[in-house]
């Protein structure tokens, strides 16, 4: 498809588990956002990558968190030892970026994770 | 830091009625978007607002910015039920040409509209 596509749609895992969420952008966006939403929020950034690099990864809550983007286009975000705060919603979104400048963010369905 | 306040947060009106959704954010900012969330779905991006004064309709929907009061309003004319959703404002925390597309969303208004 054309959009962001993200995978899996639903994780269910228990607590103390490793989760990786999958995301991939649409072709030629060089810009790639992580966001999670907890339920009847709105959406917290975690992390933008622009090409390989983490260009801003203030919004990580903690070291549990880390994601890569190795050759600039799929992403993945891990989760170690999780924790049921985690359980939220985790939004990936792409950009393009035209003279540097990122445009509007492109969002795909997300990745539901619930931590038992 | 960065704050986002949209107001109210849950609306139920009637069919036909009109309504304004307000939405305050803290600092300078020179990019503001609104975005649509139905249950279970990811963000549909309805408007950009790139400039003081800035605005934007579609359909029954009309959107306007205020960079000096840091004031965006989503104006809902003659609502129909098929604009019950969640609706989120978010600004772009970053300033000309640093721009990072990084944004700070409100809480989000949830709409509900009745036959």
């Known amino acids: 498809g054309a959009g962001v596509s993200q995978t899996p749609s639903n994780k269910v895992t228990e607590k103390g588990k490793y989760v990786e969420l999958r995301c991939d952008p649409i072709?030629?966006?060089?810009?790639l956002y992580w966001y999670r939403q907890s339920l009847g929020q709105g959406p917290e950034f975690l992390i933008y990558?622009?090409?390989?690099?983490?260009?801003?990864d203030s919004g990580l809550p903690n070291d549990r968190f880390f994601a890569v983007r190795p050759e600039g286009s799929v992403s993945t975000l891990k989760i170690q030892r999780t924790e049921r705060g985690d359980s939220a919603v985790y939004l990936c979104?792409?950009?393009?970026?035209?003279?540097?400048?990122?445009?509007?963010?492109?969002f795909g369905e997300g990745s539901r994770l619930t931590v038992l | 830091e960065l704050k986002v306040e949209q107001n109210p947060l849950f609306l139920s009106m009637q069919e036909g009625k009109n309504y304004t959704i307000y939405c305050n954010y803290s600092?300078?900012?020179?990019?503001l978007y609104w975005y649509r969330q139905d249950p279970g779905k990811s963000l549909e991006s309805l408007f950009v607002?790139?400039?003081?004064?800035a605005v934007k309709q579609e359909g029954r929907l009309m959107a306007s910015l205020d960079t000096k009061a840091r004031l965006s309003t989503l104006h809902i004319t003659a609502a129909v039920h098929d604009l019950s959703a969640t609706y989120f404002c978010?600004?772009?925390?970053?300033?000309?040409?640093?721009?990072?597309?990084?944004?700070?969303f409100g809480q989000g208004t949830t709409l509900q509209v009745k036959p």
């Open positions: 979104a792409s950009s393009p970026v035209e003279r540097g400048v990122p445009g509007e963010l492109f």
């Open positions: 072709s030629g966006h060089t810009a």
């Open positions: 990558f622009q090409g390989t690099g983490a260009a801003d």
């Open positions: 600092t300078t900012s020179d990019r």
């Open positions: 607002l790139l400039s003081n004064g």
């Open positions: 978010a600004v772009d925390t970053s300033i000309g040409s640093s721009n990072t597309g990084k944004l700070i």
